[in-house]
């Protein structure tokens, strides 16, 4: 597949960080597993993967918490 943002390169298995923000929530995820293209950066994340961001920031949400940056596990 073709990076669908610059059509240059085929993205590789790498490591990225994701930011997260609804409203006053800042979530900030460090080397999140995705494929990532050499040329422009932009990274694609599977579906499990993008699930269980999803379910952090929920995690999140439902302490309080406003700011949090973590490891992905």
């Given amino acids: ?3 669908l943002m610059c059509k240059q390169a085929e993205p590789r298995p790498g490591l990225t960080t994701v930011t997260l ?3 006053e929530l800042s979530l ?9 293209c050499p040329e422009c950066g932009e990274a694609y994340a599977d579906e499990a993967t993008a699930a269980r961001l999803l ?6 949400e ?3 918490l406003l700011m949090d940056v973590r490891q992905f596990a």
Avoid: F, I, Q
């Avoid at 900030?28 to 990532?36: F, G, Q, S, T």
């Avoid at 379910?55 to 999140?60: D, I, S």
């Fill in 1 to 3: 597949m073709k990076c």
């Fill in 28 to 36: 900030v995820l460090k080397n999140v597993p995705a494929l990532v």
């Fill in 62 to 64: 439902y302490n309080g």
């Fill in 55 to 60: 379910e952090t920031a929920l995690e999140m």
């Fill in 21 to 23: 923000e609804r409203g």
